[in-house]
């Protein structure tokens, strides 16, 4: 069974600090591993995603994920953070050649102070 | 290219009765899935659907909730006899193959319940 755990459910950065938002997930086989923001009252938007090949990941708004298997983690980075930035994001895993059943983590709230 | 489309974006509902949440997939995809948010939490699986058949439905409760996809229209959730817990944002999503894992779902703005 696959898992998904997010240290820190708020996260506090001020304006252009490096903003890390920690994932760590469990998969019997190899995964496919997503980052999701969403904005208030709004659905999940897609920021990157790995599948194969190169393991880090660059995704929009300037954030970027390295997969590292021998930690099970995809932490999410940016090196300096934006006022528009602060949201909810959720790291997501799925299995291989699969794409229904995605498992969510409990997601980390981002505040951007100024 | 409109996107996944889910309405109404705000419902309110008493207790007793009946709920329904539409969703229209973005154009070319076939495939619609169905998340819970409960306040606080993260999403939680609830239904996969393809046109005119149920594929997983292991994270839908075993009462009182049902979802369909038909051949014409939009796919439906459906809330027989809402309770106070069944309070949530309810988020559609489709991708237009269950091989195209990679590409990650389009998430609709969701329907936001209240019950009172």
């Known amino acids: 069974a696959q898992s998904v755990t997010q240290l820190g459910s708020h996260v506090s950065v001020s304006e252009g600090a490096l903003v890390l938002l920690r994932c760590n997930y469990s998969?019997?086989?190899?995964?496919?591993l997503f980052w999701y923001v969403q904005y208030p009252n709004q659905g999940l938007q897609l920021l990157l995603k790995?599948?194969?090949?190169?393991?880090l990941v660059k995704g929009i708004n300037g954030f970027e994920a390295e997969f590292k298997k021998s930690e099970t983690s995809f932490h999410l980075t940016k090196p300096s953070a934006h006022m528009s930035d602060a949201a909810e994001y959720f790291c997501?895993?799925?299995?291989?050649?699969?794409?229904?059943?995605?498992?969510f983590g409990p997601g980390t709230r981002l505040s951007v102070l100024p | 290219n409109a996107g996944v489309m889910q309405n109404p974006r705000h419902l309110v509902r008493r207790r007793g009765q009946e709920a329904r949440l539409r969703c229209s997939p973005m154009?070319?995809?076939?495939?619609v899935y169905w998340y819970r948010q409960l306040p606080e939490e993260g999403l939680k699986f609830m239904v996969y659907?393809?046109?005119?058949?149920?594929?997983?439905e292991s994270g839908m409760p075993k009462e009182r909730f049902s979802a369909e996809f038909p051949k014409e229209g939009p796919s439906i959730l459906r809330i027989q006899q809402v309770v106070r817990g069944d309070s949530a944002a309810y988020f559609c999503?489709?991708?237009?193959?269950?091989?195209?894992?990679?590409?990650?779902?389009?998430f609709g703005s969701g329907t936001r319940l209240t019950v009172v």
């Open positions: 999503a489709s991708s237009p193959s269950p091989g195209q894992g990679a590409s990650g779902y389009t």
């Open positions: 998969s019997s086989v190899p995964p496919y």
């Open positions: 790995y599948t194969t090949g190169a393991t």
């Open positions: 997501a895993v799925s299995e291989r050649n699969y794409g229904q059943n995605f498992v």
């Open positions: 154009k070319g995809h076939s495939h």
């Open positions: 659907l393809q046109k005119e058949n149920i594929i997983d």
